[in-house]
């Protein structure tokens, strides 16, 4: 047998490819990383620039009924929101918290308010989910038509995170 043989793991060009292989794999996880970062973060200003924009195309329609206290047509109202790509639940509160409606994913903090869930399960048409994983924006119903200043109302659209259906 050759002395002078040094086996396949202690060579130096093996040293030499696992240096080589782990900084490779090093700087492809560090540029994964921010590349993920970078399209999430996309995602959600585009997911926020939607939601400011239902401020001024939906408002007026839900602060009309909010105003008039017309939960069927609000019902129908949110029906249709939840239909855009990135909404997953929404819902419309008074400005003291009670809810007046809401639908699809909500937060979980809305869980609590009795209020709107004791009328809601008595008729058996509760028909929303609770999630932590949900990002939301949030804007406030004021009908100048009326001379009123304050708000009467409050709107959540929530999205999810990991679901950004077609935005």
């Known amino acids: 047998m050759n002395k002078n043989h040094v086996p396949v793991q202690r060579s130096i060009g093996f040293k030499l490819l696992r240096a ?38 939906l408002g007026q329609t839900l602060t009309h009924e909010v105003w008039h206290l017309d939960l069927e047509a609000l019902d129908h109202t949110l029906s249709g929101i939840i239909q855009m790509p990135y909404v997953v639940g929404v819902s419309v509160h008074s400005p003291e918290g009670m809810i007046f409606a809401r639908t699809g994913d909500v937060s979980v ?30 804007f406030e119903l004021v009908d100048t038509n009326y001379s009123v200043s304050e708000p009467i109302g409050l709107v959540y659209m929530y999205s999810e995170a990991a679901q950004h259906k077609g935005v």
Do not use: P
Not at 110 to 136: H, M, P, T
């Open 20 to 57: 080589v292989f782990g900084l490779y794999v090093i700087i492809a996880i560090i540029l994964t990383s921010g590349h993920i970062a970078v399209e999430y973060k996309r995602a959600k200003d585009e997911v926020k620039e939607a939601f400011e924009l239902n401020n001024k195309v």
């Open 109 to 138: 903090q809305e869980k609590d308010n009795a209020l709107y869930r004791q009328s809601k399960i008595e008729q058996g048409i509760d028909e929303v989910s609770y999630s932590n994983n949900l990002f939301w924006h949030s």
